[in-house]
């Protein structure tokens, strides 16, 4: 039987809420397309401590297939991450205080990974099911593209995740409200939304070659 590993991040930057959690724990111990157990776990908004929650959960879970989800507050779409980079420059302090400024995540690691996950037919999946979907060229340099590293140095070298990679979300609408302009979308819509992702990992074997490149 398959394992997936979904995880979602704590509450940062004074929100009270996050997206991200709030999503994938309606996910807990639930089976995809039949087969697939779903594991959920929460991880802390914390460089360093993230990557180590995050590679003790690899290791007793041994999924086939992970996908770290984030918040992006700001961003309109679910955004399919493309390439997570060696870097920390943090703009704000993490949960425990932490501020690092050019810091190489992993200092024998390569300058950046590739999302293993099929990130054009999933965008095009989720538009074609009336979700805002894009391929986003970064993750950041803030904690969630530091996780995103962790995630893709480990399953570079492991043979048993088979697909993994980065999901930035929206903010939900009450946390929008503080942030008036910002865009956001229905956890509703945003469930529905994680479930075609977590399908089309499982079903879609080689990428679509679909344009989503941009200019600047
Ligand atoms: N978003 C932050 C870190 C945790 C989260 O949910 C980020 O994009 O780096």
């Keep these: ?13 004074n929100e009270i809420t996050n997206p991200a959690w709030e999503v994938v724990k309606l996910f807990k111990d639930k089976k995809i397309l039949a087969n697939h157990t779903v594991h959920i776990a929460q991880l802390p908004c914390e460089f360093g401590q993230s990557n180590t929650v995050l590679t003790t959960l690899l290791a007793q879970i041994q999924p086939e297939i992970v996908i770290c989800v984030g918040q992006a507050g700001g961003r309109v779409d679910i955004s399919l991450e493309r390439i997570a980079i060696n870097i920390d420059d943090a ?49 950041g340099t803030y904690v969630c593209n530091h996780v995103f590293y962790g995630l893709m140095h ?8 088979l697909r993994a990679g980065f999901v ?12 008036p302009g910002a865009a956001s979308m229905a956890l509703e819509q945003m469930k529905k939304a994680l479930n075609l992702v977590l ?8 990428d679509l070659k679909l344009g989503a490149g941009t200019t600047h």
């Excluded at 993490?94 to 037919?121: H, R």
């Excluded at 399908?199 to 080689?206: A, G, L, M, W």
């Design 1 to 13: 039987m398959p394992h997936i590993l979904l995880t979602g991040f704590e509450p940062f930057n």
């Design 154 to 161: 480990y399953a570079n070298k492991s043979s048993q995740i």
């Design 168 to 179: 930035h979300i929206p903010y939900l609408p009450n946390q929008a409200c503080a942030h």
């Design 91 to 139: 703009r704000i302090p993490d949960n425990a205080g932490a501020q690092p400024i050019d810091q190489s995540i992993v200092p024998e690691g390569p300058a950046a990974y590739f999302s293993t996950l099929p990130i054009k037919a999933i965008v095009k999946n989720l538009r074609d099911n009336g979700i805002p979907a894009s391929v986003s060229q970064t993750a």
């Design 199 to 206: 399908e089309t990992s499982i079903t879609q074997v080689n």
